[in-house]
């Protein structure tokens, strides 16, 4: 079974190379997009997925970190796509409280993207980071890894908020990975 997945996206707004291994021997997260904050973010998701990932961006900064953010969030979800073709189960959840914030994230690997949640807009920016940036990342890492993702949210401190999605996204990851798939998970097929 496939354990190392990488992908390289060149485009004029940034240069991205990823690699993520789901292998359970080795466990290295080295992330640098350029974008400290969000670099930790990425952290998260993979410490808590239980994934080693590298990630080498070199994005249009002095323009903004949209970019960055937004085709980070499409490799990622390339990669997904890939990973849960070899090992997946089809319907897992999550939740992650920090202080004031809690986050639920409800999957369907189903095949068909759609990305729903009830977060605020907020462009308050925290290094290179927001609401919005992070919800455009998780937009493009749906649309690319063909899931549905429904993400429910309360809190009133934003790095908090956005620290939460992203460890519980990196929940999501383990235990999709973690069951393998015994049967056919739709009704459509039997």
């Given at each position: 079974?496939?354990?190392?997945?990488?992908?390289?996206?060149?485009?004029?707004?940034?240069?991205?190379?990823?690699r993520i291994n789901t292998s359970h021997h080795t466990?290295?997260?080295?992330?640098?997009?350029?974008?400290?904050?969000?670099?930790?973010?990425?952290?998260?998701?993979?410490?808590?997925?239980?994934?080693s990932i590298?990630?080498?961006?070199?994005?249009?900064?002095m323009v903004?970190?949209?970019?960055?953010?937004?085709d980070?969030?499409?490799v990622i979800g390339k990669l997904l796509k890939?990973?849960?073709h070899y090992k997946k189960t089809r319907f897992t959840s999550a939740y992650v409280a920090m202080d004031e914030a809690l986050t639920r994230i409800v999957v369907d690997i189903s095949g068909r993207s759609f990305f729903n949640y009830n977060l605020k807009?907020?462009?308050?920016?925290?290094?290179?980071?927001?609401?919005?940036?992070?919800?455009?990342?998780?937009?493009?890492?749906v649309r690319q890894a063909q899931i549905t993702l429904h993400l429910s949210n309360y809190g009133s401190n934003n790095h908090h908020i956005i620290e939460s999605i992203f460890k519980c996204l990196g929940i999501i990851i383990k235990k999709s990975l973690k069951l393998k798939r015994k049967f056919n998970y739709s009704t459509k097929y039997d």
């Open positions: 079974m496939k354990k190392d997945f990488y992908l390289e996206r060149k485009t004029l707004e940034s240069n991205i190379k990823i466990h290295f997260i080295k992330i640098n997009s350029g974008i400290k904050a969000f670099d930790h973010m990425l952290y998260q998701t993979a410490y808590h997925g239980n994934i590298k990630v080498n961006c070199i994005g249009d900064l903004d970190t949209h970019h960055t953010i937004e980070t969030g499409i890939k990973i849960f807009d907020s462009n308050s920016d925290i290094n290179g980071i927001s609401i919005n940036k992070t919800i455009e990342f998780l937009k493009a890492l």
